[in-house]
């Protein structure tokens, strides 16, 4: 797991290089799977990031799936998706500016219930937790 988290930063801060599909193999035998897409954007839809595990069959991704406007503002979504029951959730929806001033982080367990929510705008921060308790901060 520490191999995958390693990895998946050091391709987000590498800006992802050419354009291409890109297979890496971790020392436990895991198989990353990197993919570039549009590096001319701040939204780089179609790049993700892949692991799969070759004897469970466990799989946990990441990937840019486009833009979209909320409340008048353009946002990028980036998705991120687990198999592995060993992580407790199962999928996360993130939804950013190109400032990183606005966003929404939503998580979810296996059965697409919310775990939780994190929104960020104007200054406000809004978190959610899966019992709908709502706290509040003003930066």
């Known amino acids: ?29 895991q198989k990353v799977q990197v993919t570039t897409g549009d590096e ?7 790049t ?7 004897t469970t069959g466990e799989e946990v991704s990441m990937v840019y799936t486009g833009t979209r406007e909320v409340d008048g ?14 992580d407790e959730v199962a999928r ?3 939804v950013f500016s190109e400032d990183s001033e606005t966003f929404s982080w939503k998580s979810y367990y296996a059965n697409g219930t919310v775990q939780s929510e994190m929104t960020m705008k104007d200054g406000k921060m809004t978190m959610i937790d899966e019992n709908g308790q709502v706290t509040e901060f003003d930066q």
Do not use: F, H
């Open 73 to 86: 503002i353009q946002m990028c979504v980036m998705e991120y998706t687990s198999s592995n029951p060993a």
């Open 1 to 29: 797991m520490a191999d995958r988290a390693i990895l998946l930063i050091a391709v987000a801060a590498s800006g992802c290089g050419d354009k291409d599909t890109t297979t890496y193999e971790t020392e436990d035998g």
């Open 40 to 46: 001319e954007g701040w939204c780089p839809v179609g």
């Open 48 to 54: 993700s990031w892949k692991t799969s595990n070759p």
């Open 92 to 94: 996360v929806e993130y």
